[in-house]
């Protein structure tokens, strides 16, 4: 929702280049997020598995 609420006031202040790159920097943070998570998921699923046996 940050990305949303930043992106459409710098559009409202007219300031589209900045627009532009606030959704590039937080698009990249929200990717790097998730792509975090599905490897701890991964890792948690592996020591699962170790402890089961």
Known sequence: MTVVGV???LLYLDEFILAL???I???KLI???FVME???KQNLKKIQNILKH
């Open 31 to 33: 990717i790097f997020h």
């Open 25 to 27: 920097v937080f698009g």
């Open 7 to 9: 992106t459409t006031y």
């Open 38 to 40: 599905h490897f701890d």
């Open 21 to 23: 790159i606030s959704t």
